[in-house]
């Protein structure tokens, strides 16, 4: 079992900036890959990016450069920071692990932008 404990969300005007962070604990095994997924308002759940535990990184293409994902092997975190925030960014934001034959999810941190 993976347990993944998020934290950072809140509430960010437009334009601002948000750190978001994710521990993992249990039977963390390499290799792996850790992210970031969310979902809006009435929408799926959606990729937000992601990183495996070799570096290889994934963002989606509304990231547009807005967005790090970083991680911390040693620590087993991963951190999102989300920099020029918009209004559609709103949602929940989950952290995600993943290796071979397992998921693990986080409980979600809301994430809230204003106008």
């Known amino acids: 079992q993976v347990q993944l404990v998020e934290s950072g969300g809140g509430l960010v005007q437009a334009g601002g900036s948000r750190r978001l962070s994710c521990v993992a604990s249990?039977?963390?095994?390499?290799?792996?890959?850790m992210g970031w997924y969310r979902q809006r308002p009435g929408k799926q759940r959606e990729l937000v990016a992601t990183?495996?535990?070799?570096?290889?990184?994934n963002y989606a293409d509304f990231v547009k450069g807005r967005f790090t994902n970083s991680r911390d092997n040693a620590k087993i975190t991963v951190v999102l920071q989300m920099n020029n925030v918009d209004p559609e960014d709103t949602a929940v934001y989950y952290c995600?692990?993943?290796?071979?034959?397992?998921?693990?999810w986080g409980q979600g941190t809301q994430v809230t932008v204003s106008s």
């Open positions: 995600n692990y993943r290796r071979a034959g397992y998921n693990a």
């Open positions: 249990g039977s963390v095994f390499s290799p792996n890959v």
């Open positions: 990183l495996n535990s070799v570096g290889m990184i």
